[in-house]
């Protein structure tokens, strides 16, 4: 599968032709449309890797900018939503994205359609923080772990750091 030109179009009309990441312009500029839950170099048989909830508009390329920096797979791009991790195999339709908007950065669900919802989607079911889906909540103290240390890793390392 590849990203079709109709997907192209949605995409860089939903991100108003502006890198998510930085507000940028991206028009007559380097730009790559970025998918959040990576396709892998043999493809993807998942249903939504070339759709617009897996994809975002980014300035540069893979070895430049915004783009680059999300080709390291760092924590942050990750909490932003930016990437979506391999696994667990979680729709990117349930993890919100931090987008640079002309009113500040906000985050927004990407939805199917190629538009952008600042809820939830109606199945989703959330952590405690309001942002994450609860496949992050921790099992002991319900603590958002894509928010940060949750109460027992904080307790954990605290026990560390005292012995």
Same mark, same amino acid.
């Not at 002309?102 to 809820?119: K, Q, S």
């Given at each position: 599968?590849?990203?079709?030109?109709? =997907?192209?179009?949605? =995409?860089?009309?939903?991100?108003?032709?502006?890198?998510?990441?930085?507000?940028?312009? =991206?028009?007559?500029?380097?730009?790559?449309?970025? /998918?959040?839950?990576?396709?892998?170099?043999?493809?993807?048989?998942?249903?939504?890797?070339?759709?617009?909830?897996?994809?975002?508009? =980014?300035?540069?390329?893979?070895?430049? /900018?915004?783009?680059?920096?999300?080709?390291?797979?760092?924590?942050?791009?990750?909490?932003?939503?930016? *990437?979506?991790?391999?696994?667990?195999?979680?729709?990117?339709?349930?993890?919100?994205?931090? *987008?640079?908007?002309?009113?500040?950065?906000?985050?927004?669900?990407?939805?199917?359609?190629?538009?952008?919802?600042?809820?939830?989607?109606?199945?989703?079911?959330?952590?405690?923080?309001?942002?994450? *889906?609860?496949?992050?909540?921790?099992?002991?103290?319900?603590?958002?772990?894509?928010?940060?240390?949750?109460?027992?890793?904080?307790?954990?390392?605290?026990?560390?750091?005292?012995?």
């Amino acid at each position: 599968m590849t990203v079709t030109a109709k =997907v192209r179009k949605l =995409v860089l009309e939903r991100d108003n032709w502006s890198c998510v990441c930085c507000g940028q312009s =991206v028009i007559g500029r380097p730009y790559s449309l970025q /998918h959040r839950r990576a396709k892998k170099m043999g493809g993807s048989r998942l249903p939504w890797i070339d759709q617009p909830q897996n994809l975002i508009t =980014v300035l540069g390329s893979g070895t430049t /900018h915004c783009h680059a920096r999300m080709e390291a797979r760092g924590a942050d791009d990750k909490f932003k939503g930016y *990437v979506v991790s391999e696994w667990p195999q979680i729709d990117p339709r349930l993890i919100p994205v931090e *987008v640079a908007t002309v009113d500040g950065r906000r985050w927004m669900w990407l939805t199917p359609d190629g538009g952008r919802a600042l809820t939830p989607p109606a199945d989703a079911e959330m952590a405690g923080c309001g942002i994450h *889906v609860d496949f992050f909540t921790c099992d002991t103290c319900e603590g958002c772990k894509q928010c940060g240390p949750c109460g027992c890793e904080l307790a954990a390392e605290w026990a560390r750091e005292a012995s």
